[in-house]
Nanobody, 114 residues
Framework: QVQLVESGGGLVQAGGSLNLSCAAS????????MGWYRQPPGKPRQLVAS???????TYADSVKGRFTISRDTAKNTVYLQMNSLKPEDTAVYYC????????WGQGTQVTVSS
């Protein structure tokens, strides 16, 4: 049973920073990619950033230059460093694992106050 354990969400003022982490209980040989999606209230879930097993990264245009995704392959953990946060970044953030099937974390709330 694959488990994704997320941490790091919370409440922050605009301009602040948060760091999310997600640890996967799976063999690293199975991982194709890991990433973060977010779902604002009343909106669909959307990709924020992802990183493949080879280290290639993808970012949503809205977070480029502000967010950085990274990973610790020894710990099967992915991180999302979020800087210069804006109120529109408020959402539930979900960790995603492709191995090769899709697995999802339970979600962590990020709230950015103006």
């Amino acid at each position: 049973q694959v488990q994704l354990v997320e941490s790091g969400g919370g409440l922050v003022q605009a301009g602040g920073s948060l760091n999310l982490s997600c640890a996967a209980s799976i063999s690293s040989f199975s991982i194709v990619a890991m990433g973060w999606y977010r779902q604002p209230p009343g909106k669909p879930r959307q990709l924020v950033a992802s990183i493949t097993n080879s280290g290639s990264t993808t970012y949503a245009d809205s977070v480029k230059g502000r967010f950085t995704i990274s990973r610790d392959t020894a710990k099967n953990t992915v991180y999302l460093q979020m800087n210069s946060l804006k109120p529109e970044d408020t959402a539930v953030y979900y960790c995603n694992l492709k191995a090769p099937y899709n697995y999802w974390g339970q979600g962590t709330q990020v709230t950015v106050s103006s």
